[in-house]
């Protein structure tokens, strides 16, 4: 875990801060945070609207589903395996964000691929484009699978895009997966108003984990 004293809510709650203060988060605040706290089970997030969030609204489930500490809103219990797929597929996941940030559902909604071409992606060590993960009923086993598949196929890649849906972004810790998002954003910004002036650029052959 990470170093210091700091509890995994009172991080998931800075990381839910920076987040808001950064200007990543669709109008309706949806979000669901998770950090892992042992081998089988994550502290998450109980109700589904960053403004609702205080110290008492996450739960410790286990990868399965089971609570084991705290309630779970019926419709969160359906994204603990989304967040399950990712800390079984990626063993240095520490945090789990997903959110529906706006240029990057753009994406998302556009079925493409996040290309890496933003020098401050690769500052914080993504080496690969963001795949996108087919849209599939939500809490289906199709889309767990979905997405630890995505997840195990793309090791140069600390995020996804859910088909039709958002982002699922992650990192060695919630702060470390909450800057990430930020400059993931900003990077799917850019993307966009690059096209205004003939398309973003690839970086040079040999920069990225898959050429
Ligand atoms: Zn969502």
Known sequence: MTA??????????TATEVLVGAGVMSPTG?????????????????LGLVQ???PETF???TFDGEVVDGQ????????????????????A??????THSPHLTAFALANQPLACRYEA??????????????????GSAAFTEGVGRAVERHAASWAVLLGNHGVLV?????????????????AAAAELRALALGGARDLPPGTLADG
């Open 4 to 13: 210091g004293t700091s509890r995994p809510v009172d991080e998931l709650l």
């Open 30 to 46: 949806h979000i669901n945070a998770s950090a892992r706290t042992g081998d089988d089970r994550m502290l998450l997030t109980s």
């Open 52 to 54: 609702e969030l205080t």
């Open 59 to 61: 739960a410790t489930v």
């Open 72 to 91: 779970l809103d019926a419709s969160t219990g359906e994204i603990v395996g989304m967040h399950a797929a990712v800390y079984r597929s990626r063993a």
């Open 93 to 98: 996941t520490q945090s789990v964000l997903h």
């Open 121 to 138: 992606l690769l500052r914080r060590g993504q080496r690969s484009a963001v795949p996108v993960v087919p849209w599939a009923p939500r």
């Open 170 to 186: 992650f990192g060695s810790s919630p702060m470390a997966a909450a800057k990430f998002l930020v400059t993931l954003e900003e």
